[in-house]
C-alpha cells in the first residue's frame, strides 16, 4: 500500500516568498496593460489628429482672432467651384459664337490663367489666405467701430447682387454736382497776360437769289407724354423663383450659417 504523504508545512518563509511573487506578478500585469493601453491611446490620437482634430487647428491668426483649417478648406472648394464655373461660361460662350479658345488671343489668355490656378493649389491657397486676412481686418475694424450687419441687410445684398428687388427697380436719381471755380485776387489778376480780341474782318455782301415756293409742312404726330411707372411694383413669384435659382448654394449656404442666429456683430 502507498504510504499517505504528510501534508506540507508552511512556513512563514514561504508566505513571504509567494506574497512576494504575487505583488511582482501584479506589477508586470499592471505594466503590460498600461504600455498597451498608451500604444492604443498613441495610435487613437494620431488617427484623430490627422483628421478630426486637424479641421479644427487655426489656420491664419490675425490680432489673437484666428480661422479653422476647416474654413480655410472649405473657402478653397468655394474658390475652385468659382473657377470651374467661370471656365465653363467662357467655354459656352465660345461654343454659342462659334469662337476658337486657341484662336482668339483674349479668350485664350483668360482660360489659359484660370486653368493656371485650377492647376496650382499653392497659388489658389494664398489667394484664399489673403481674402481670409482680409474679411478678419474688416471684421475687426467693424467691430471697434459699432458696426452691425443683420441677416436682412446680408439677404438684401444678395438680391441686390442677383438683380432682383423686392420693391421694383430703384430709379436711378442724377445729383448735380456744383463746379467750384477758383478766384483771382487783384494782384493775380494784374499778372495775367490779357488775352487779344480778335476783329471781324468784313466780308462779301452775298447776292440774292430766287426765294422757294413754300411747301406744305407734315403734320408731326403729337407725342404722348411718358408717363412714369410705378417705381415700387410688387414681385410675382416667377422672379422670386428665378432669383432663387439662381443664388448659387454655397452663398446661401454662408449666408444660413453667418446669420443663423439672427443680427450679427462682427
Partial sequence: MAKNKSPK?????????????????????GIAIGIIAIV???IAYGLLNDTL??????????NGESKSLNE??????????????????????????????????QLSQTMTQITDELNTPSVLGSQVIDNMVHDLLIRQYAKANG????????????????????NGTPTPTLTPTALLYSTL??????????????TIAPTDTLTPTNTMAPTSTPTLPVRQPHTQPDS?????PHQYALYAEGVPEPI???????????PLRF
Fill in 9 to 29: 508545512v508552511l512556513t512563514k518563509k514561504h508566505l513571504a516568498r509567494q506574497e512576494r511573487e504575487r505583488r511582482q506578478t501584479r506589477l508586470i500585469t
Fill in 40 to 42: 492604443v491611446l498613441g
Fill in 53 to 62: 482634430f486637424l479641421n479644427w487647428r487655426p489656420a491664419i491668426t490675425v
Fill in 72 to 105: 480655410f478648406q472649405i473657402r478653397v472648394r468655394l474658390s475652385r467651384q468659382q473657377l470651374i464655373s467661370q471656365y465653363m461660361q467662357y467655354s459656352q460662350m465660345a461654343a454659342m459664337f462659334g469662337v476658337d479658345p486657341s484662336t482668339d488671343p
Fill in 147 to 166: 458696426i452691425m450687419v443683420s441677416a436682412a441687410d446680408v439677404e438684401k445684398a444678395a438680391q441686390e447682387a442677383m438683380q432682383y428687388y423686392t
Fill in 185 to 198: 485776387d487783384a494782384t493775380q489778376y494784374a499778372l495775367m497776360t490779357p488775352t487779344l480780341t480778335p
Fill in 232 to 236: 415700387h411694383p410688387q414681385p410675382n
Fill in 252 to 262: 446661401s449656404n454662408y449666408t444660413e450659417n453667418i446669420c443663423r442666429n439672427g
